[in-house]
C-alpha cells in the first residue's frame, strides 16, 4: 500500500504568499514622496500655463478697441459715447490704440454680426470638443499619457505659431480650431500623468498643482498683454507659442511615462527603469515587487465608439448628473473671463483679478482636498 502524505504536514506547510496586485505593487515603490517625483509633477503640470494662455488670449486679441472722433472733423454729430460707429463716416473717428493691437481693428470687424465676431471663439471651443472626442482613448491605448501630452502641446504650439500669419478671420478661426483640437487633453494628460506618478497619499495634492499653474498662466496673460499692448497682437502669439515649443522639447526629453501604463502594455523593464529613476525606494524592493508580477495585458480601445460603449455600461444616471455640472461650471467659469471685454473698466485689471480670485481657491483645496469626498467638494463648489 502506498505511503500517503501525513496529515500533520498538510497543516503545518506554509500558506502560498498572497501576489499583490499591480496597483499594490506600483504603490510600494512610489508611495514615498521623493525629489524626482516632485520634479516630475511639477514639470507635467506646467503644461497648465500654456494651456490657460491659449485658452484666454482671445480676450487680449479679440477685443474690440476704443475710438474717439477726430478733432479736425468734429462738427458736433460725433460722440464717441453716444455715436454708432457703424452710422459714422470712417475718417470721422479713429481708434485710441494702434489699428494692429487688435483682429477687429485690423480687419475692420466693428460693424460685423456678434455671430461673425465671435467666430473665433466658437471654433476653438469647437476644436476642445472635436480633439477630446477624438485624441482622448491615444492615452489609453498607442500613445500613452507622455506621448500624448507632448503631441497636444506640440500641435497648440505650432498652430498658435502660424496663427501668427493669418490674413483673415476665416483663416484666424481655422487655426483656433486647430488650437482647441490640439490642447483639449493636456489637461488631463498631465492631471493623470502626474498622479500616476506619486503615491495615493500625495495624489489630491499633486492633482491641485495643476489646476494652481492653470491659474499661474492665466495670471501671466495680462501681464504679457500689458508689456505689448502697443504691439500687434500677433506678438502674444509669439509670446505664449515659442515657449510652449520648448517646452515640448523638455517633455520629450525629461518626463518620465506613467509606469502604471507601461505594466499594462507588457512594457515592464521600460516600467522598471521609470520607478527606479522616480521613487525613493531602493532598487533591491522594486524589482522584488515587480519580479513576480503577473499582468494580463488590457484590450486596446482605439476608437471613440468603444469607449462611448464601455461609459454606458457604467451608471447613466450618475454620469449624466456629472456631464451636466461640468457643463455648468464651464458656461459660467469661460463665460466670465471672455465677457470681461464688454466691462466699462480696465481690461489689464480685470483680468488680473479674475485670474487672482482663483487662487485662495486653489491654496485652500490644496490643504482641504484630503478632508472630504468627492461628492461633498463638487455639491460645495457647485453652489
Not at 500558506?15 to 514622496?33: G, Q, T
Not at 504679457?224 to 499692448?229: C, E, L, S
Not at 533591491?284 to 515587480?290: G, H, R, S, V
Request: glycine letters at 6%; hydrophobic letters at 45%; proline letters at 4%.
Amino acid at each position: 500500500m502506498a505511503e500517503s502524505t501525513p496529515l500533520l504536514s498538510q497543516f503545518n506547510s506554509p500558506p502560498e504568499s498572497k501576489r499583490p496586485s499591480l496597483n499594490e505593487a506600483i504603490e510600494e515603490c512610489i508611495a514615498d514622496f521623493g525629489f524626482a517625483q516632485f520634479v516630475q509633477a511639477v514639470l507635467v503640470s506646467f503644461a497648465w500655463v500654456f494651456d490657460a494662455q491659449q485658452t484666454f488670449i482671445s480676450v487680449f486679441t479679440e477685443v474690440e478697441p476704443s475710438w474717439h472722433c477726430t478733432d479736425q472733423l468734429r462738427n458736433g454729430s460725433c460722440d464717441s459715447v453716444f455715436s454708432n460707429i457703424c452710422q459714422l463716416p470712417r475718417d470721422s473717428w479713429a481708434w485710441d490704440r494702434p489699428i494692429h493691437s487688435s483682429i477687429v481693428s485690423e480687419w475692420e470687424l466693428q460693424c460685423w454680426s456678434s455671430l461673425i465676431k465671435g467666430l473665433p471663439a466658437s471654433s476653438f471651443f469647437m476644436g476642445c470638443l472635436a480633439g477630446g472626442l477624438v485624441l482622448a482613448t491615444l492615452a489609453d491605448s498607442s500613445l500613452g499619457r507622455k506621448n500624448l501630452l507632448f503631441l497636444s502641446c506640440l500641435l497648440m504650439s505650432f498652430s498658435a505659431l502660424i496663427t501668427v500669419f493669418a490674413s483673415n478671420i476665416w483663416i484666424y478661426s481655422a487655426l483656433k480650431f486647430l488650437n482647441g483640437f490640439g490642447r483639449a487633453t493636456i489637461g488631463t494628460c498631465a492631471l493623470v500623468l502626474s498622479s500616476e506618478l506619486v503615491g495615493k497619499r500625495w495624489r489630491g495634492q499633486v492633482g491641485v498643482l495643476g489646476f494652481l499653474c492653470f491659474t499661474l498662466g492665466f495670471l501671466s496673460l495680462p501681464a504679457i498683454a500689458y508689456i505689448n499692448r502697443d504691439s500687434s497682437w500677433r506678438t502674444l502669439y509669439l509670446w505664449t507659442s515659442i515657449p510652449t515649443f520648448f517646452y515640448c522639447i523638455l517633455v520629450h526629453f525629461l518626463v518620465r511615462e506613467s509606469p502604471r501604463w507601461l505594466l499594462v502594455r507588457g512594457r515592464k523593464d521600460e516600467a522598471v527603469s521609470v520607478i527606479t529613476s522616480i521613487a525613493a525606494t531602493k532598487n533591491n524592493l522594486i524589482t522584488k515587487n515587480l519580479s513576480g508580477l503577473e499582468i494580463e495585458q488590457e484590450p486596446l480601445y482605439d476608437d471613440i465608439y468603444s469607449a462611448i460603449k464601455i461609459l454606458l455600461k457604467k451608471k447613466l444616471r450618475r454620469l449624466s448628473a456629472v456631464m451636466v455640472i461640468g457643463f455648468g461650471s464651464g458656461f459660467v467659469y469661460y463665460g466670465m473671463p471672455l465677457g470681461l471685454s464688454n466691462l466699462d473698466f480696465n481690461l489689464y485689471l480685470s483680468v488680473t483679478f479674475n485670474a487672482l480670485s482663483e487662487l485662495p481657491a486653489s491654496l485652500v483645496t490644496f490643504f482641504f482636498i484630503d478632508k472630504f469626498n468627492r461628492k461633498c467638494s463638487c455639491w460645495f463648489s457647485t453652489v
